[in-house]
């Protein structure tokens, strides 16, 4: 059973920056592809990023050249660099865990991120 637990949300001026983490536990981190899902009010979750267990990276094309996703299997950590921050990136952030061979997901509760003047 994989525990993540989100950090780094808040409240940020259009074009500023944040860093979100994820931390994981319970389970074996490399086993897994991390990604980085949000939902806005009223609408549906979407993908913003995810990253294999050996680094491969696929991005939204809405966040890609802003966003960087990464991860330190060392430290059962995934992370999301977000730059050059938008109105319509605010969102809570949710980070995922999918299980490689089973592709059984878990998911943590979630960030809230507000870009606004």
């Known amino acids: 059973q994989m525990q993540l637990v989100e950090s780094g949300g808040g409240l940020v001026q259009p074009g500023g920056s944040l860093r979100l983490s994820c931390a994981a536990s319970g389970s074996i981190f490399s086993f897994y592809r991390m990604g980085w899902y949000r939902q806005a009010p009223g609408k549906q979750r979407e993908l913003v990023a995810r990253?294999?267990?050996?680094?491969?990276?696929n991005y939204a094309g809405s966040v890609k050249g802003r966003f960087t996703i990464s991860r330190d299997n060392a430290k059962n950590t995934v992370y999301l660099q977000m730059n050059s921050l938008k109105p319509e990136d605010t969102a809570v952030y949710y980070c995922?865990?999918?299980?490689?061979?089973?592709?059984?997901?878990?998911w943590g509760q979630g960030t809230q991120v507000t870009v606004s003047s």
């Open positions: 990253i294999t267990s050996n680094g491969i990276t």
């Open positions: 995922n865990a999918e299980h490689m061979i089973t592709h059984r997901d878990y």
